[in-house]
């Protein structure tokens, strides 16, 4: 997918921080959710960005949620999507047109991606790192120290269709380069073996 243009998703009345940052995180949840199985069924056409999101003490994704795709037609998909969800639709803020990205923009790029922590019982983890953790202190010290350092990253709350289980998806987001082309995961997000960067100061 080549990101040639975008659209921003806001949450209505939301705040990244502050009063209004509690009630806004569980829309925020429940529209990445939505998000989440468009870009599942169809597969790597949607890269999605958060140009409000903060890191640290005042973690939170933001209530602005910025998709990138190729077409207007693919941007349409997703629009259509979200405009007629009785449960989401009411609670953001659609542009029927994306905007285009400049071919000479020469802004800020950002890498948004899932921060990995292995589960207890995992023998191995794929991450960042590739390397084999055996059940051992070495599984378990990378474990704790994975979770530590996820303090420093907002996440969302998500139930798994396969499971049913509940798990927390973190995002980091880190300067990243000029990508032309990028191959999003199911989240929107970018990966280890396929990274890109997103233009992030428009």
């Known amino acids: 997918m080549k990101p040639r243009i975008y659209s921003d998703i806001r949450i209505r009345d939301?705040?990244?921080?502050?009063?209004?940052?509690?009630?806004?995180?569980?829309?925020?949840?429940?529209?990445?959710?939505?998000?989440?199985?468009?870009?599942?069924?169809?597969?790597?056409?949607?890269?999605?960005?958060?140009?409000?999101?903060?890191?640290?003490?005042?973690?939170?994704?933001?209530?602005?949620?910025?998709?990138?795709?190729?077409?207007?037609?693919?941007?349409?998909?997703?629009?259509?999507?979200?405009?007629?969800?009785?449960?989401?639709g009411s609670r953001i803020h659609l542009f029927r047109e994306p905007l285009l990205i400049p071919e000479n923009y020469s802004g800020p790029w950002i890498e948004y991606r899932r921060f990995r922590i292995p589960t207890r019982k995992s023998t191995q983890f794929r991450g960042e790192h590739k390397e084999r953790i055996p059940r051992s202190s070495q599984g378990i010290d990378l474990r704790q120290k994975r979770i530590d350092a996820s303090a420093e990253w907002p996440f969302f709350r998500l139930r798994s269709k396969t499971t049913g289980t509940i798990f927390s998806l973190h995002i980091t987001k880190r300067n990243g380069e000029r990508t032309d082309i990028c191959c999003p995961d199911g989240y929107g997000l970018s990966g280890t073996t396929h990274s890109f960067s997103l233009p992030m100061g428009l």
């Open 14 to 88: 939301g705040a990244t921080v502050g009063e209004g940052g509690i009630p806004t995180l569980p829309v925020a949840t429940f529209l990445f959710s939505v998000l989440h199985g468009v870009f599942r069924n169809n597969p790597g056409r949607f890269a999605l960005g958060f140009p409000l999101m903060r890191e640290g003490e005042r973690r939170h994704p933001g209530h602005v949620f910025r998709v990138f795709a190729e077409s207007e037609e693919d941007w349409k998909i997703v629009y259509e999507e979200l405009d007629k969800h009785e449960r989401i």
